[in-house]
Antibody, heavy 125, light 108 residues
């Protein structure tokens, strides 16, 4: 079974660091982009950035550039999202998701077809 | 940076009715990279449509997607009780990828 399994809920204080994980299984982890998505309480989905575990090519949304670091360890099929100094405004659910490609009618089409279960991050003093 | 605007914000309909959701991009988006997602409370999003018009595995044929350029549409032909949820469009053709703000389909 293809799946992404995320690390458990975290409760942190402002200023602390944090690294959450997303482990892939059932497919070739190095061949698919993995994206991170934030969902603040009661709000919509926000794309944070993506990484290609095969070569660690990473892209960030301007809104999150410099605020978080995305990385991956392909030897253990795991992607990471980390903060060096958390803020209360980082309180949210964070999802990882795999981007797949389908070859249809002569070209590739894309979508994020496998999602992790989400990691709740609560930052409070 | 491409901005996706979804309308309406909320759609109030009854089971059996047709739902039409719009996603408009601030500049042209590759159809190959336009997806639609469904999210129910307490759940992760689920891919419904990829490449603007292709149903993902296991998605019922009452869901269909269309559009090109800057205007895309998700249609649910006859709403089932399990379809009441929030729907998002997303483009992944040019960085930064982006989601629309979502359309909530609620029971009237």
């Amino acid at each position: 079974e293809v799946q992404l399994v995320q690390s458990g809920a975290e409760v942190k204080k402002p200023g602390e660091s944090l690294k959450i994980s997303c482990k892939g299984s059932g497919y070739s982890f190095t061949n698919y982009w993995i994206g991170w998505v934030r969902q603040m309480p009661g709000k919509g989905l926000e794309w944070m950035g993506i990484i290609y575990p095969g070569d660690s090519d990473t892209r960030y949304s301007p809104s999150f550039q410099g605020q978080v670091t995305i990385s991956a360890d392909k030897s253990i099929s795991t992607a990471y999202l980390q903060w060096s100094s958390l803020k209360a405004s980082d309180t949210a659910m964070y999802y990882c998701a795999r981007r797949s490609a389908w070859y249809i009618s002569g070209y590739y089409s894309y979508g994020m077809d496998v999602w992790g279960q989400g990691t709740t991050v609560t930052v409070s003093s | 940076e491409i901005v996706l605007t979804q309308s309406p914000g909320t759609l109030s309909l009854s089971p059996g009715e047709r739902a039409t959701l719009s996603c408009r991009a601030s500049q042209s988006v590759s159809s190959r990279s336009l997806g639609w997602y469904q999210q129910k409370p307490g759940q992760a999003p689920r891919l419904l449509i990829y490449g603007a018009s292709n149903r993902a595995t296991g998605i019922p044929d009452r869901f269909s997607g269309s559009g090109s350029g800057t205007d895309f549409t998700l249609t649910i032909s006859r709403l089932e009780p399990e379809d009441f949820a929030v729907y998002y469009c997303q483009q992944s053709g040019s960085s930064p990828w982006a989601f629309g703000q979502g359309t909530k389909v609620e029971i009237k």
